[in-house]
């Protein structure tokens, strides 16, 4: 019998069936050339390790491929499951897997740098054997490059993007591609490899399977978007999606949050301070960063988006970062923030903001300490959206918080946990304190087994003041 063609899906970024562009282009030439479809997943633990990707992050990676195989399955799609070293050896084990029968490979597109020469070395490999290589870009709503000035420049300014972003969206909506239907004959004679290792099950309190993430997003579009104005900087209320680990790694696609969200709130969408309006500003950010994080590939080498920032000598305490770590500051609502992300990997975004910005502007601390630490700690890791938070907080990045601009920890403690309930979960040395007490829980005197303040918020100010506009007056005596 004739070998059937064989097409290839390369999982990374996108573990889902509904709204995957790469298996259904696969779908649709198998179906064309009476051909197969299978798939692929490379665990890449060195380079994850080398991007400092937190063990629950991979944790979830690793239980989410798990989950696709049986999803696949269902599809009669063999889903081959390698244990790899890391993205510079893609290219010898997709060489070493090419099965008999294979005519292409199809996969989404990603932007950092060194996926980017994974890439293009998959590319170049297959193309020495006359096999395609179809790339998708899927990871924005906008794809990179579609969303520019009239000038043609990348926007480096967000409420102008998200101005001419809408416009485009209002033109063309999102279209989401269907779950495909089981294909009718499966492909069995794979190559033998390295099977995938089981993660550490730290990430169990998420669960992985798509129909059950799907539920969740659904459900805050029905259910909560209406409220999210009000409720979203409010890290004591469950007022957002929680859907940040699945975008991160393609349970879910942005293109299926908007669709759903459209769905569910109408016209809505369109009122600027609705909830709807906002949750979608949201997801407009998540394009932002990556669409720059394309264009500025010194952001993914480590340094400033406003470059005279780099000029900061910051003091880097070792021991004030290692208090920051551990959320024994003294600023209840940083510990608080702290804890959570240690204990659970992951931190509401008030929370981020007032993190980060207190190790840069209180601790004096660069902002790259912060943004690795983040890495190695959050399940929703991803280098775009995580590196655009830290250098707009620390006053560095695009549309950066001005730098004189500097969150005073305990008035943003009462305002966004008026009664404590927060902190009080996770600091339970204040649990006794009162709503009044708790956000400076210090006086008369620190309580038992409470860390005393490590610094006095209204003096760093001063200095943080002192050591940005050093830079600034620098740059203007250069310009
Ligand atoms: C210092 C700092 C570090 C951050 N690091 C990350 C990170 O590593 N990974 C990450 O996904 N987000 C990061 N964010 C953005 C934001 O905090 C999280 O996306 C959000 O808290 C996730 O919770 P949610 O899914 O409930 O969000 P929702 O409020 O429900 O928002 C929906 C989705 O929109 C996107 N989004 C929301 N806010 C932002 C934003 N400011 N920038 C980019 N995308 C956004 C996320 O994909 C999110 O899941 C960071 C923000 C800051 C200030």
């Known amino acids: 019998m004739k070998t059937p063609s064989v097409h290839l899906v390369w999982f990374r970024h996108d573990l889902r069936c509904h709204d995957n562009e790469a298996l259904h282009a696969a779908f649709n030439a198998a179906a064309a050339d009476n051909g197969v479809v299978i798939a692929v997943f490379i665990a890449t633990a060195k380079s994850w390790q080398q991007h400092h990707m937190a063990a629950i992050r991979q944790d979830l990676l690793r239980r989410r491929v798990k989950a696709l195989e049986s999803e696949l399955a269902d599809l009669n799609i063999p889903l081959v499951m390698v244990e ?31 996926e980017q020469q994974r890439d293009e070395q998959v590319s170049a490999l297959l193309q020495q054997q006359q096999i395609d290589c179809h790339w998708f870009d899927r990871l924005c709503i906008m794809p990179p490059g579609s969303v520019l000035t009239q000038q043609g420049d990348v926007y480096k300014v967000f409420t102008p993007f998200k101005r001419n972003w809408l416009a485009k969206y209002a033109e063309q909506g999102v279209h989401c591609f269907a779950k495909p239907k089981p294909q009718a004959r499966t492909f069995t004679d794979l190559p033998t490899f390295t099977v995938m290792q089981e993660g550490d099950n730290s990430s169990s309190a998420w669960p992985v399977a798509e129909a059950e993430v799907l539920q969740q997003m659904r459900l805050f579009c029905q259910q909560k978007v209406q409220d999210y104005t009000l409720q979203r900087d409010l890290p004591a209320v469950d007022g957002t999606s929680q859907v940040s680990p699945y975008l991160a790694i393609g349970v879910l696609s942005a293109q299926q949050c908007v669709a759903r969200l459209q769905l569910e709130a109408g016209a809505s969408i369109w009122q600027e301070k609705s909830g709807a ?23 993914i080498k480590h340094k400033a ?66 943004e690795q630490y983040f890495m190695s700690k959050l399940i929703d890791g991803d280098f775009a959206a995580n ?50 007490d708790i956000h400076w829980p210090h006086k008369p005197i620190t309580p038992k087994g409470y860390a005393a303040p490590v610094v006095a ?18 740059e203007n005596q250069h310009a």
């Not at 200095?463 to 830079?471: K, M």
């Open 387 to 436: 590196n655009g938070g830290w250098q707009w907080a620390a006053s560095t990045g695009t549309d950066a918080a001005p730098y004189f601009r500097i969150f005073n920890p305990v008035t943003q403690s009462q305002r966004f946990d008026a009664n404590g309930d927060f902190i009080r979960k996770f600091i339970p040395e204040l649990a006794a304190k009162s709503a009044k």
């Open 277 to 299: 309006a906002v949750w979608l500003s949201e997801l407009i950010w998540r394009d932002f960063y990556k669409h720059i994080m394309l264009a500025f590939p010194k952001l």
């Open 305 to 370: 988006f406003q470059a005279e920032t780099d000029l900061i000598q910051w003091p880097n305490n070792a021991a004030l970062f290692e208090a920051w770590c551990q959320g024994k500051t003294g600023y209840p609502i940083v510990d608080a923030a702290m804890r959570q992300l240690n204990q659970t990997g992951w931190m509401h975004n008030r929370l981020r903001m007032i993190t980060a910005s207190f190790l840069v502007k209180d601790l004096h601390i660069d902002w790259r300490w912060g």
């Open 457 to 474: 918020h209204d003096q760093v100010r001063k200095i943080t003041l002192a050591l940005f506009s050093a830079v600034k007056n620098q």
């Open 84 to 114: 790899g070293v890391d993205y510079a050896s893609c290219a010898k084990t997709i060489a070493a897997f090419i099965p008999k029968g294979l005519v292409a490979l199809y996969a989404q597109r990603e932007y950092e740098v060194r």
